[in-house]
C-alpha cells in the first residue's frame, strides 16, 4: 500500500468508532435486539412503531436489568458510532438500527478500507459487523 492509499484519519475513524462500541458484549446485544424489536421488546402500536420511531430506552434498560444511567450512555455510545437513531417521544427517548449505516460499515469492511493494521483486523470486524446486520 503506498502513501496516497492509506485511509485517511477519517475514515479510519468512521471505522473504528463502530467496532469499539460494538466490543462491549451489551451494546452488541442490544444492536441484535434492535434488528427485530417486535420479537425483543413490549410493542404498543398505538404510541410508537418500533421499526420507524424505535424501542423506548426504558423497556431497554429493563430488557438489560442495568441501570438507566448505564442504558444512556451505552445508547449513546452506539449512537456516536452510527448504529442507532434517536428521536424523542415526549420525555422518553426511543432508539432504532441505523440500517444504511449498519450497511455502509459492512461494505467498507468487506472492500478492505481501513485494513491497514493488517488482513486479521478487517476479516474480525467485518464477522463482528456481521453479526448484527
Known amino acids: 500500500m503506498t502513501t496516497h492509499d492509506m485511509p485517511t484519519t477519517g475514515d479510519l475513524t468512521a471505522l473504528l468508532e463502530p467496532l469499539k462500541a460494538l466490543a462491549n458484549p451489551v451494546r452488541l446485544q442490544v444492536l441484535q ?4 424489536p417486535e420479537d425483543h421488546f413490549p410493542v404498543n402500536p398505538e404510541v410508537t412503531d418500533p421499526r420507524r420511531v424505535g424501542v423506548c430506552v426504558s423497556h431497554i434498560q429493563a430488557k438489560t436489568g442495568l441501570a438507566q444511567s448505564t442504558v444512556s450512555a451505552y445508547m449513546a455510545t452506539l449512537e456516536r458510532a452510527g448504529l442507532v437513531r434517536s428521536t424523542r417521544v415526549g420525555k422518553w427517548t426511543h432508539y432504532r438500527r441505523d440500517e444504511e449505516h449498519i450497511a455502509w460499515l459492512v461494505e467498507e469492511l ?5 485494513s491497514a493494521g493488517g488482513a486479521g483486523d478487517t ?10 446486520s
Open 33 to 36: 435486539w434492535l434488528r427485530d
Open 110 to 114: 468487506r472492500g478492505g478500507v481501513g
Open 123 to 132: 476479516a474480525e470486524g467485518l464477522d463482528l459487523l456481521e453479526t448484527v
